[in-house]
């Protein structure tokens, strides 16, 4: 009971003072942090946190602390906008991952990403299918920014008193040469189909397809490993 009201406003201090820094040092929002910015949260938060169930420290020690460190960040804020090359390595830099409608299979796995989450990445920018796509790039906060091909961009279909169409999500059948084959059942179609539409666009193994899609009354979108290691390469085609 002694320290609750230590704790109360040493609290408010922390609150304040994490608050005021995060103001001088321009940090972005939270949807926005760099890899950098969420460790730099990460500690200071941490640090604050520690001094508070510390009963030998006080609000001089834990203004000390957020002092320290709002010093050390802002050091490293200042470098990082002076000298331009240090910013790709404490923010890392923008990753095309998707050029002119091509998955770029390097960009990918150099960024740890699959297949999959790419696909939620383009969805929450109400993309679903990739063949709609010119090119995405992987921020440094990993969101995605995507530039749709000139026959997906605007005017829709309504401006031009068009009349629409029953709105499709692509069915994603082959994903780094393997057939998925619960979005063949659920697309209705056979993996029979499938082999020879690959055939018909001079694939004789799926294992030398990166990525595949079905949308019905269209043509098989179908993309080769591309812009790839040759070792890499050899892995997925042995």
């Given at each position: 009971?002694?320290?609750?009201?230590?704790?109360?406003?040493?609290?408010?201090?922390?609150?304040?003072?994490?608050?005021?820094?995060?103001?001088?040092?321009?940090?972005?929002?939270?949807?926005?942090?760099?890899?950098?910015?969420?460790?730099?949260?990460?500690?200071?938060?941490?640090?604050?946190?520690?001094?508070?169930?510390?009963?030998?420290?006080?609000?001089?020690?834990?203004?000390?602390?957020?002092?320290?460190?709002?010093?050390?960040?802002?050091?490293?804020?200042?470098?990082?906008?002076?000298?331009?090359?240090?910013?790709?390595?404490?923010?890392?830099?923008?990753?095309?991952?998707?050029?002119?409608?091509?998955?770029?299979?390097?960009?990918?796995?150099?960024?740890?990403?699959?297949?999959?989450?790419?696909?939620?990445?383009?969805?929450?920018?109400?993309?679903?299918?990739?063949?709609?796509?010119?090119?995405?790039?992987l921020e440094t906060n990993g969101e995605l920014s995507v530039?749709?091909?000139?026959?997906?961009?605007?005017?829709t279909k309504k401006d031009l008193n068009?009349?629409?169409?029953?709105?499709?999500?692509?069915?994603?059948?082959?994903?780094?040469?393997?057939?998925?084959?619960?979005?063949?059942?659920?697309?209705?179609?056979?993996?029979?189909?499938?082999?020879?539409?690959?055939?018909?666009?001079?694939?004789?193994?799926?294992?030398?397809?990166?990525?595949?899609?079905?949308?019905?009354?269209?043509?098989?979108?179908?993309?080769?490993?591309?812009?790839?290691?040759?070792?890499?390469?050899?892995?997925?085609?042995?």
């Open positions: 009971m002694d320290n609750m009201l230590p704790m109360l406003y040493e609290s408010v201090f922390g609150i304040l003072a994490l608050f005021i820094f995060t103001k001088v040092l321009g940090k972005t929002q939270i949807s926005q942090l760099t890899a950098f910015d969420f460790i730099a949260a990460v500690v200071l938060g941490e640090l604050v946190g520690n001094a508070l169930f510390d009963k030998k420290a006080g609000i001089l020690d834990i203004g000390y602390v957020i002092l320290i460190w709002g010093i050390l960040l802002f050091i490293i804020e200042m470098i990082a906008q002076k000298f331009k090359r240090s910013r790709f390595i404490l923010e890392g830099k923008p990753e095309l991952v998707i050029h002119k409608g091509e998955l770029i299979y390097e960009a990918m796995r150099k960024n740890k990403i699959d297949i999959n989450e790419l696909q939620q990445l383009l969805r929450m920018k109400d993309v679903f299918a990739v063949q709609e796509v010119e090119n995405a790039v530039l749709k091909k000139a026959e997906y961009q605007p005017p068009v009349a629409p169409t029953e709105p499709q999500i692509a069915m994603t059948v082959i994903t780094d040469g393997e057939i998925i084959k619960d979005n063949l059942a659920e697309a209705n179609i056979t993996e029979e189909w499938l082999l020879e539409e690959l055939k018909r666009q001079n694939y004789h193994d799926t294992k030398e397809v990166f990525y595949a899609e079905y949308l019905k009354d269209k043509k098989l979108f179908v993309l080769p490993y591309t812009k790839i290691k040759k070792k890499h390469l050899e892995n997925k085609i042995s």
